[in-house]
């Protein structure tokens, strides 16, 4: 168990719709990332949060935003849903900011998005 | 261009055998981190092993070390004695610079160990 937790597991909707995907990182760490699992693009950093702020942004579409609340866990939203979209969507968390250091990062199970 | 390179789609190893994964890597950055990821078939992605670009010494983590030649640009991962749960995909990732930057994964190596 990494820590970090993923609601909810499973997702099945239909094209045009709108889901939240929500993360909690583990404990005491600042940063959240998300990254999208699909068959044809692989894995892919869509965007990072710091302590409440945006840190760094990736292939992520339009449709889909995200933020992280004070109590530092993170939603990512995903809108005008498409078939292509359907992917698993990781959170990862990782505890320190800057310096030297693995800062490695610590990924929860995922959740599993189906498109119909 | 790709940063992260692995040109196994699969591998199969004997049981008990050690197994070695590619992975090459491209950036300009002097300070970089590389990592290995487990995914086995129920989906989780388990942290590894980790070498930064400025460590002398390769990195080790039990049966698991990484073969890091600088030079090459590659971060091999040595998987030894392995076993039957070791079949999943494993993934080379890279950070570039120092501090909480985003991880760039390659395409993955499918490990099958064979009984």
């Known amino acids: 168990d990494s820590g970090v937790t993923q609601t909810p597991k499973h997702l099945i909707t239909a094209t045009g719709q709108r889901v939240t995907l929500r993360c909690s990182p583990r404990s005491g760490d600042l940063s959240v990332y998300w990254y999208q699992q699909s068959l044809d693009q692989g894995l892919q950093f869509l965007i990072q949060?710091?302590?409440?702020?945006?840190?760094a942004k990736g292939n992520i579409l339009e449709r889909f935003s995200a933020q992280q609340f004070p109590d530092l866990h993170s939603e990512l939203n995903l809108s005008s849903l498409e078939l292509g979209d359907s992917a698993l969507y990781f959170c990862a968390s990782s505890a320190r900011n800057g310096g030297a250091g693995p800062h490695e990062q610590f990924f929860g199970p995922g959740t599993r998005l189906t498109v119909l | 261009a790709q940063k992260i390179t692995q040109t196994q789609p699969g591998m199969f190893v004997q049981e008990k055998e050690a197994v070695t994964l590619d992975c090459t890597y491209d950036?300009?950055?002097?300070?970089?981190?590389l990592f290995w990821y487990k995914q086995p078939s129920s989906g989780e992605m388990i942290f590894l092993i980790y070498q930064g670009s400025y460590d002398q010494q390769n990195a080790t983590e039990g049966r698991y070390s990484l073969n890091f030649q600088k030079a090459r640009k590659s971060a091999n991962l040595v998987i030894s004695a392995s076993q039957l749960g070791d079949s999943a995909m494993y993934f080379c990732?890279?950070?570039?610079?120092?501090?909480?930057?985003?991880?760039?994964f390659g395409k993955g190596t499918r490990l099958s160990v064979i009984a």
């Open positions: 990732a890279m950070r570039e610079g120092e501090g909480n930057t985003p991880l760039v």
């Open positions: 949060y710091y302590n409440g702020e945006e840190r």
């Open positions: 950036t300009s950055d002097p300070s970089y981190g």
